[in-house]
């Protein structure tokens, strides 16, 4: 079992040593993610795709209407005048206002044909991010927990072995349910911030290394105090680690991944004067770091009325950030490496409610997936332009996850034991055929 939250610096050999210094041309201290964007960029070259490392998750907050996004039906009733555009694949059309995701089309894949039985915000958002739908017995694990508890804190690379010193499992601009350790464990929550354009709270020393030495001093006289005929319960309680886990995080260099204003101004300007815009520049930063897995959440979505102004709002801001954010990650070679996904709770309506709005919709719904060796450029799935609940090639949450999953080499079908002692497979579901590459 690995924590979420790491210790220790790196660990190199002097073979190790000499290796890294060539690559970077200067020193080891060349940013993780080169190192492992080389180092998978020599695996291709020679035929062995290594799995990839880390997911970065897309939140659409409040259930995106796919007919405004993924999957338009223009000329049909349903769309209600919705407009289509072309895409750089041909036969494959998004919906007007994401031209510039459009010409990023070969590197991503759509899932038109997503099915849920939860139509509700909260258990449609625990469903779709843990895989599983609610269940009284277990709180299960979000995606980005499981990643963090199956793969090692430790990423090896051209001889050297790195340590993440920052929580491994981060969402960005949160909204009431995060991705979260469930049964796993609360080490395995996601470490929550917010717009990037301001500071991480909380990781800087308001006084001097010294005082702060005598504060960690001061504070083991009291832990022991009060561990005295009580050392079980302390020792469940994770305080010392997640004491511990939050000193590293301070004093590491690797903070600096939050911090979007190290980029140029042209760059951040492709990913959006928008927190979301900001957050997806700021995952991409972090994975580059050995972060396993970011959520940015797009709040919003909610669109019971006025369906079309919403979705317009909506689709300027996470066109400029998922559009830059593919092409970022596919121009530092980082994109073989991390697996994107966006996605909602549940889609909407096919047909408009009495004002202007489109109605809560789990039957069918669309996402994106790119990254992570997994074919672009594919459709799944096929809805009715009419507007009925029957799709073809319907695709479930657990495949969803099997797919992720298997793209990091981790074994699906392997196992977790519930806090009843019930086996749960870490993802109720098969890889998705086609999206294999």
Not at 401 to 407: D, N, P, R
């Amino acid at each position: 079992m690995h924590d979420c939250g790491t210790h220790g610096t790196a660990v190199l050999n002097r073979r190790g040593l000499l290796n890294v210094a060539g690559l970077a041309g200067v020193s080891w201290l060349t940013p993780l993610g080169s190192l492992l964007a080389q180092q998978q960029d020599r695996a291709e070259k020679a035929g062995d795709r290594r799995p990839a490392q880390s997911v970065i998750l897309l939140w659409m907050a409040g259930g995106p209407s796919q007919l405004e996004t993924f999957d338009p039906h223009p000329g049909a009733s349903i769309a209600e005048g919705t407009q289509a555009i072309d895409t750089a694949v041909k036969g494959v059309q998004l919906a007007a206002g994401y031209e510039r995701l459009a010409a990023e089309m070969e590197s991503v894949s759509l899932v038109r044909s997503l099915t849920s039985k939860e139509g509700d915000h909260e258990r449609g958002t625990y469903n779709v991010k843990t895989g599983y739908r609610p269940d009284p017995t277990a709180v299960h694990p979000s995606i980005g927990a499981i990643l963090c508890h199956q793969l090692p804190a430790k990423v090896t690379a051209e001889g050297a072995t790195f340590s993440t010193d920052i929580p491994r499992h981060v969402s960005i601009l949160p909204n009431q349910w995060p991705g979260r350790g469930g049964f796993l464990g609360d080490q395995f929550d996601a470490f929550k911030t917010w717009d990037p354009i301001q500071a991480v709270p909380d990781v800087t020393a308001r006084v001097s290394p010294e005082r702060t030495a005598q504060r960690v001093s001061d504070l083991a006289v009291v832990e022991r105090a009060f561990a005295r005929g009580r050392l079980r319960q302390t020792e469940a309680t994770l305080h010392r680690d997640t004491v511990q886990a939050a000193r590293t995080m301070m004093t590491s260099s690797q903070i600096k991944a939050f911090d979007v204003r190290d980029e140029s101004k042209a760059l951040r300007d492709a990913y959006g004067d928008t927190a979301f815009g900001r957050g997806c520049l700021a995952a991409r930063r972090l994975i580059e770091v050995g972060v396993r897995c970011v959520e940015v959440t797009l709040d919003g979505w909610d669109s019971h009325a006025k369906n079309h102004e919403i979705c317009a709002r909506q689709a300027g801001i996470l066109d400029a950030g998922f559009a830059s954010l593919i092409r970022d990650l596919r121009e530092r070679k980082l994109l073989e490496r991390t697996v994107v996904v966006c996605v909602g709770e549940f889609g909407r309506t096919p047909k408009m409610n009495g004002v202007g709005g489109r109605d809560h919709w789990p039957h069918n719904f669309s996402l994106a997936i790119a990254g992570g060796g997994l074919a672009g450029g594919r459709v799944v799935g096929q809805t009715d332009p009419e507007g009925g609940k029957e799709v073809k090639d319907p695709v479930k949450i657990g495949d969803v996850h099997a797919t992720i999953l298997a793209s990091l080499g981790v074994d699906h079908k392997q196992e977790n034991i519930s806090p009843v002692q019930r086996p749960i497979r870490l993802a109720e579901g098969e890889p998705i055929a086609a999206l294999q590459g």
